[in-house]
């Protein structure tokens, strides 16, 4: 019997309209720089429609897998988004573009491995706070037993997360704090659902801001771009570390309500980089408030529709996916517009589904489709539910008695 797909039509359609809307900012966002050598079309643009049109095959491809499947697949996929990270580190296939390593070099295209690592990243912890069994405080006399009676097996607890903080320390050199930062707010939030105690976690947030710290005075520039970030507008700094963030506060303050109207904004002439992480001024110049608010409502949508999901599942792995592909689409893209309205300093953060890149499209249609393949399997528990009592008792007598439906969706998350 195959096995049908469940399609949520908020999810997908708000999804499918951002991808579109995403290839008309590219293209509008590039085309004075195409114009400028001599093309109709940016390559930005072309090249969007091409991992457009992949990553929508992805996700499909994704959704035809069982949720079952993607769960035994999780440690393999965490073994290989670390193997693509230590790739980008080899001289010859490694890539380095304005001072970061963070691209594999395949000569007709560049993959960027610590975008499909965020995925990896979820699923990953999906699988291991689902299996993990909730801890029993056993008791000792002297600190010699509380050694190999709690800290021992504590320790133990704990290795399985070693993966997931080797990815972010190896993002972090690439370097790329801005997203390894998204996979640590992503770990947090799967915890936090699914059920560490408040004491391992605040353990691990403050190892995790002295690591945090040392990351940002390891490199003077990042301390430097923190500091100086409210004095952006001064003389000494908007023609330097200010500019960018300056340009696209102008940009988007200018658009007012409803914007200047299609192709008539002059961010794209003067950011650096207008297709990417501050492709969102050139939408707010030019459609103003307005358009800025249809971007939000989208991110918002797939955001919201995913964590509401998330609370009507039954299966812990469910939940946990959900949530955390939930988070890492809303977290990235209100860190991005902060970004571009300088609430924040420019990190380095693309906006999902709008900027350009095909590596971070590829990985978010892929995580739908992910998403869709959990729908699909709770429509089957569903159906399975809607069986009549009678027609479940005349199946039980042939082979084995089945074991009650609830007991392998009872599973417990918590860590204690």
Same mark, same amino acid.
């Given at each position: ?20 809307? &995403? ?31 992949? =990553? ?9 897998? $069982? ?10 996929? *965490? ?8 790739? @980008?580190?080899?001289?010859?296939? &490694?890539?380095?573009? &304005?001072?970061? !390593? ?27 706070? #689902? !299996? ?31 993966? @997931? ?12 704090? +801005? #997203?390894?930062? @998204? ?17 391992? *976690? +605040? ?21 430097? !771009? ?19 963030? #300056? ?22 002439? $003067? ?10 001024? $050139? ?17 918002? #949508? ?8 998330? %609370? =009507?599942?039954?299966?812990? %792995? ?14 990235? =893209? ?7 309205? &300088? ?28 998403? $869709? ?24 007598? %042939? ?11 009872? !599973? ?5």
């Amino acid at each position: 019997m195959t096995r049908s797909l469940k399609f949520d039509p908020f999810l997908i359609g708000a999804a499918l309209i951002a991808t579109v809307l &995403g290839l008309i900012a590219i293209w509008d966002a590039g085309y004075a720089r195409a114009a400028v050598n001599g093309t109709l079309l940016p390559r930005e643009f072309w090249m969007q429609g091409i991992f457009s049109v992949l =990553s929508v095959g992805l996700g499909l491809a994704c959704a035809k897998i $069982t949720v079952q499947k993607w769960e035994k697949l999780a440690s393999w996929l *965490m073994g290989l988004g670390l193997f693509g990270l230590l790739l @980008v580190e080899l001289p010859v296939i &490694g890539k380095e573009i &304005g001072g970061a !390593r963070r691209w594999i070099d395949l000569k007709v295209m560049t993959i960027q491995p610590s975008e499909f690592v965020k995925l990896a990243a979820i699923i990953y912890l999906a699988a291991i706070l #689902t !299996r993990h069994k909730p801890w029993e405080k056993p008791k000792f006399k002297n600190n010699r037993q509380w050694v190999g009676k709690v800290l021992i097996p504590k320790i133990g607890r704990a290795l399985p997360f070693l993966p @997931v903080l080797l990815s972010i320390a190896l993002i972090e050199h690439e370097p790329d704090l +801005a #997203t390894a930062m @998204v996979v640590v707010v992503v770990m947090y939030a799967m915890m936090f659902v699914g059920g560490v105690s408040w004491k391992s *976690m +605040a353990l691990m947030s403050l190892i995790g801001a002295a690591f945090a710290g040392y990351m940002i005075m390891d490199k003077p520039y990042r301390i430097e !771009r923190i500091l100086n970030h409210s004095s952006r507008w001064s003389e000494r700094n908007i023609e330097d570390i200010g500019y960018q963030t #300056t340009q696209s506060e102008m940009a988007m303050a200018s658009g007012g309500m409803i914007g200047h109207g299609l192709g008539e904004g002059r961010a794209k002439h $003067t950011l650096p980089a207008p297709t990417t992480d501050f492709i969102i001024a $050139t939408v707010a110049e030019e459609f103003g408030l307005v358009g800025s608010l249809v971007i939000l409502a989208l991110m918002g #949508t797939i955001a919201l529709r995913l964590a509401l999901l998330s %609370f =009507s599942r039954r299966e812990s %792995f469910d939940r946990l996916l959900l949530l955390g592909v939930a988070v890492w689409i809303g977290v990235q =893209s209100a860190t991005n517009i902060m970004m571009a309205n &300088g609430t924040l300093p420019p990190i380095g953060l693309p906006l999902a589904f709008f900027s350009y890149g095909g590596s971070s499209l590829l990985a978010i249609w892929a995580a739908i489709g992910i998403c $869709t393949s959990v729908l699909s399997r709770q429509e089957s528990l569903d159906e399975d539910d809607s069986e009549p009592p009678v027609a479940k008792k005349k199946k039980r007598k %042939f082979g084995v008695p089945k074991k009650n439906p609830t007991q392998h969706r009872s !599973r417990s998350v918590t860590l204690r």
